[in-house]
């Protein structure tokens, strides 16, 4: 089992940035990724991090402006979000799977409680 807990959410105005940041019990190899979920909207990923490379990917709809990064030493996982928009509003999670590197919630293991960001315009 694996206990994630996310921290850094908030409210900021249009353009602004925010830095979430996932503690993980322990750390399971595999990806970590991010996901969010607006109201009424399906969980949707946004970005993943391969623990051993480092490798990472993106979802279009924040590629470019938001940066995944991990800190293995502290079981630690980050997603810096800049140029933060009214849609980038919603619940952030954290998750860990030790097989899947996709963005897409069914495949993942272990979830966090999550941190919800919102963006006013």
Not at 21 to 35: D, Y
Not at 69 to 80: E, F, G, H, R, T
Not at 82 to 94: F, G, I, V
């Amino acid at each position: 089992q694996v206990e994630l807990v996310e921290s850094g959410g908030g409210s900021v105005q249009a353009g602004g940035s925010l830095r979430l940041s996932c503690a993980a019990s322990r750390s399971i190899g595999g990806c970590m990724a991010w996901f969010r979920q607006a109201p009424g909207k399906g969980r949707e990923g946004i970005a993943v991090i391969y623990h051993g490379s480092g490798d990472t990917n993106y979802a279009g709809s924040v590629k470019g402006r938001f940066t995944i990064s991990q800190d293995n030493a502290k079981n630690m996982l980050y997603l810096q979000m800049n140029s933060l928009k009214p849609e980038d509003t919603a619940m952030y999670y954290c998750a860990a799977d030790r097989g899947s590197c996709l963005l897409l919630s069914t495949t993942y293991s272990f979830w966090g409680q999550g941190t919800q960001v919102t963006v006013s315009s």
